[in-house]
């Protein structure tokens, strides 16, 4: 008896360094409880692009060939045994995260802190969990959300930065009216402005060193005002680099015309002296929201922070914010998000698309923010 033939489909995979290739797969029906995806577009995030230079992201390094990608959205062409939600035809955004459902974690509606959770395009478990860079994934359809109908593939792509800054926002207890810092003028740090606009936040503000996307943020309606950080030599110790944490926060907050500080701030840089001007950026009795994957030990003004209670939080990816995210995208709120998307590539063409996220700006000299990679690209 011959062998069963299966259909193929192409991937692009991760086997260290700067080394990509585009290879046929075989295409395997979905499993019980899966759905399998034909993915449309699939946005490229700082860690998939760490994962590319440098074959690891932070503590987590490749150890056998990897598919990257976890920002996702695509069409249901068939659904596994046990599948009632989802049918063939059905667009869909991936909740990238595979949580297990059986510990404390995911029992309080934590699942992101879920210790067995696999992800996506994540080297930190092993065998590794392919991401989004191919044709079509199977994946558990209890984290497959229907798009609604005035949401594109892209857009459908941005709900999981989206839902980081919305697992933020709430972690920070945004409220209508607070006043908001944001550090990093990035397609995370725009997220950060887009919700807490969408939140009632009274006045957005944001720090950045690139003036492009200073601009780009005050033109396009996310932030009301902005300040440009000056490119200063190293410092020569830790006590230098607090003490021009503080003067450098001391400026913008003048400049701001905010001398007391702001409500909430979200760091999404995850630079050292950012995250220190944070803290002197904070109101007393304030929070700083520390969302940028940055450096690993940082040296921080705890007495600054202590004396005036402003409370520094931790968040880590989300955890039940996909629903909110896509409603959110529908309800036009998010003015101008689509602007995110500056470039955009075919699935072969993923190597490039890397390239141009690492030097930050394309032939032309146009800024990139965040770019896409897939069909209808």
């Known amino acids: 008896m011959s062998p069963v033939a299966f259909p193929t489909q192409n991937a692009v995979v991760l086997y260290g360094p700067k080394d990509l290739r ?10 019980q409880n899966e759905a399998q995806v034909a993915v449309m577009a699939t946005g490229l995030c700082g860690s998939d692009l760490h994962y590319y230079l440098h074959g690891r992201n932070g503590d987590f390094a490749v150890q056998a060939p990897m598919v990257l990608g976890h920002e996702a959205a695509g069409i249901v062409t068939a659904v596994g045994p046990g599948v009632r939600h989802l049918v063939p035809g059905q667009r869909v955004a991936i909740e990238a995260g595979i949580m297990c459902n059986n510990c404390k974690y995911c029992s309080e509606g934590r699942y992101n802190l879920c210790k067995g959770l696999r992800f996506c395009s994540s080297a930190k478990t092993f065998p590794h969990l392919d991401g989004t860079l191919q044709s079509r994934i199977n994946h558990p359809a209890h984290v497959l959300y229907p798009l609604p109908d005035n949401v594109s593939f892209e857009q459908g792509a941005l709900a999981e930065p989206l839902s980081v800054l919305l697992h933020a926002s709430k972690r920070a207890e945004l409220k209508a009216g607070q006043t908001v810092l944001v550090f990093g003028a990035g397609a995370i740090g725009m ?9 009632g936040a009274s006045r957005i503000c944001v720090i950045d060193i690139n003036k492009s996307r200073l601009d ?11 300040h440009q950080l000056p490119l200063a030599d190293k410092a020569k110790s830790s006590e230098d680099q607090l003490r021009r944490a503080r003067e450098n926060a001391g400026i913008a907050l ?3 015309d905010v001398q007391d500080g702001f409500d909430v701030v979200f760091e999404c840089t995850g630079a050292e002296p950012c995250i220190q001007m944070s803290i002197h950026a904070a109101i007393t009795g304030g929070k700083v929201m520390l969302i940028g994957m940055g450096a690993r030990n940082v040296t921080l003004p705890l007495s600054a922070a202590a004396t005036r209670e402003v409370d520094i939080l931790g968040s880590f990816r989300y955890a039940h914010t996909y629903p909110k995210a896509l409603q959110l995208l529908s309800s036009g709120k998010l003015k101008n998000v689509d602007k995110l998307i ?6 072969e063409d993923t190597a490039k698309a890397f ?20 069909r209808q690209s």
């Open 22 to 31: 585009l290879e046929e797969r075989p295409q395997w029906p979905p499993r």
């Open 191 to 199: 997220l950060a402005c887009a919700v807490a606009k969408s939140q």
């Open 216 to 226: 780009f943020a005050l033109n396009n309606g996310f932030a009301q005002q902005a």
């Open 254 to 256: 003048s400049e701001f």
């Open 342 to 347: 500056t470039h955009r590539f075919a699935l």
């Open 355 to 374: 390239d141009l996220v690492a030097r930050g700006s394309d032939a032309s000299g146009n800024m990139v923010l965040k770019v896409v990679v897939g």
